[in-house]
């Protein structure tokens, strides 16, 4: 049995949403035994974000100023975003674009290791998904940066993945919102029937 087939995550926590006004904020927080530094090459350079990000990236975003594309890995359309880095602090604080959403994240030396934090402009209706897919990437993340790697986990394919089902039913109980039936089923017709 590979790792990838013993890989179960762990319980939603380390999350929560804010709202203001009309835009939704989710906020994931994770602690992983590596390094800032470290954990900064793997939020930039484009051969680290192949290994566990949901997306893939033409160039570095470790600098400010530079536009990058990126392009959502595993949707059911090609969905290519640019994007200029808009922060790049290594390894403390890195901020762009994806899909029209602003995304920050921010990293904090604790003991020998990090802790990653990620604010996510999102859609209210996805919050409960974003947070479960960010969720299994961490996991990736965490053991691609440690050697021991999984593989990338994202889009319809982590829909699919019986952790990922668990995860995004608890973070929408812990969201305290209802959480829509996935996949999407086909609109039904409202008429009255005669």
């Known amino acids: 049995m590979t790792d990838r087939e013993q890989y179960t995550p762990g319980p939603a926590s380390g999350a929560q949403v804010r709202k203001d006004g009309e835009k939704w904020t989710l906020i994931l927080v994770r602690e992983l035994r590596h390094s800032p530094e470290k954990v900064w090459q793997a939020l930039t350079d484009p051969a680290h974000l192949r290994e566990w990000a949901p997306f893939d990236a033409d160039g570095s975003l470790g600098t400010v100023g530079a536009t990058v594309k990126l392009t959502t890995v595993a949707a059911p359309a090609?969905?290519?975003?640019?994007?200029?880095?808009?922060?790049?602090?290594?390894?403390?604080?890195?901020?762009?674009?994806?899909?029209?959403?602003?995304?920050?994240?921010?990293?904090?030396?604790?003991?020998?290791?990090?802790?990653?934090?990620?604010?996510?402009?999102?859609?209210?209706?996805?919050?409960?998904?974003?947070?479960?897919?960010?969720?299994?990437?961490?996991?990736?993340?965490?053991?691609?940066?440690?050697?021991?790697?999984?593989?990338?986990?994202?889009?319809?394919?982590?829909?699919?993945?019986?952790g990922w089902q668990r995860l995004h039913a608890e973070y929408a109980k812990q969201f305290r919102i209802e959480k829509p039936d996935w996949p999407p089923q086909p609109a039904q017709s409202h008429e009255p029937r005669k």
Do not use: S
Request: net charge neutral; with cysteine.
């Open 78 to 162: 090609l969905h290519v975003t640019e994007t200029t880095v808009k922060r790049a602090e290594a390894p403390k604080v890195l901020e762009y674009n994806w899909g029209g959403f602003d995304i920050q994240w921010e990293l904090e030396a604790l003991g020998g290791g990090t802790r990653l934090t990620l604010w996510h402009n999102i859609d209210r209706r996805f919050i409960a998904m974003g947070a479960a897919g960010w969720h299994i990437c961490f996991d990736v993340l965490d053991r691609h940066l440690g050697g021991t790697p999984i593989g990338r986990m994202v889009g319809p394919a982590a829909a699919k993945f019986g």
